[in-house]
Antibody
Framework: QVHLVESGGGVVQPGRSLRLSCGASGFPFRNYGMHWVRQAPGKGLEWVAIIWYDGSKKYYADSVKGRFTISRDNSKNTLSLQMNSLRAEDTAVYYC??????????????WGQGTLVTVSS | QTVVTQEPSFSVSPGGTVTLTCGLSSGSVSTKYYPSWYQQTPGQAPRTLIYSTTTRSSGVPDRFSGSIVGNKAALTITGAQADDESDYYCVLYMGSGIWVFGGGTKLTVL
């Protein structure tokens, strides 16, 4: 059974940094791309970033490009999101989500409970 | 800036059929966008319903179906039940490693 546990959220001041982690189990983590998706309070879902299964490619939404960095450690089944220069509009629940299984990998399969990031002074 | 459009809200009677749509601010949605659909109830994580336009995720009842209708992706719920009252999101793969979610549709069953 797929299990995803996001951690690292909390309250942070604008302009500061925060690092999120996601521990994965129950599936062959190293074979799957991984997304970060976020949801601001009372708002819809927003795709944030993806990292290829082997870490070779990374893509970002325009809203976070240049400020956020996605990474993974396949030896530890862990996904990370380094968030710098945080803004109030980055306040959201952040979900780590595996891609679908090949060849239908273009979707989001199995969602954890997310971790809340609040950017406020 | 590409915008993925969804109806902000929709209502359906219990037992009725409803079709929610997912379009583009410019252009038509086709299978090449690999549309997928997600259901979310308040305070819960999303649940995957449909992927690659028409494929139901494991455990999703067959009263949920996906298709292309005209120039949009569509999610049809046949025989709506009270616990279908949720927010529904579509997402499109735009190519080049980029995905875009629609704004979501709040479905009321009454």
């Amino acid at each position: 059974q797929v299990h995803l546990v996001e951690s690292g959220g909390g309250v942070v001041q604008p302009g500061r940094s925060l690092r999120l982690s996601c521990g994965a189990s129950g599936f062959p983590f190293r074979n799957y791309g991984m997304h970060w998706v976020r949801q601001a309070p009372g708002k819809g879902l927003e795709w944030v970033a993806i990292i290829w299964y082997d870490g070779s490619k990374k893509y970002y939404a325009d809203s976070v490009k240049g400020r956020f960095t996605i990474s993974r450690d396949n030896s530890k089944n862990t996904l990370s999101l380094q968030m710098n220069s945080l803004r109030a509009e980055d306040t959201a629940v952040y979900y780590c989500v595996p891609t679908g299984h090949a060849p239908d990998w273009y979707y989001f399969d199995n969602w954890g409970q997310g971790t809340l990031v609040t950017v406020s002074s | 800036q590409t915008v993925v459009t969804q109806e902000p809200s929709f209502s359906v009677s219990p037992g009725g059929t409803v079709t929610l749509t997912c379009g583009l601010s410019s252009g038509s949605v086709s299978t090449k966008y690999y549309p997928s659909w997600y259901q979310q109830t308040p305070g819960q994580a999303p649940r995957t319903l449909i992927y690659s336009t028409t494929t139901r995720s494991s455990g999703v009842p067959d009263r949920f179906s996906g298709s292309i209708v005209g120039n949009k992706a569509a999610l049809t719920i046949t025989g709506a039940q009270a616990d279908d009252e949720s927010d529904y999101y579509c997402v499109l793969y735009m190519g080049s490693g980029i995905w875009v979610f629609g704004g979501g549709t709040k479905l009321t069953v009454l």
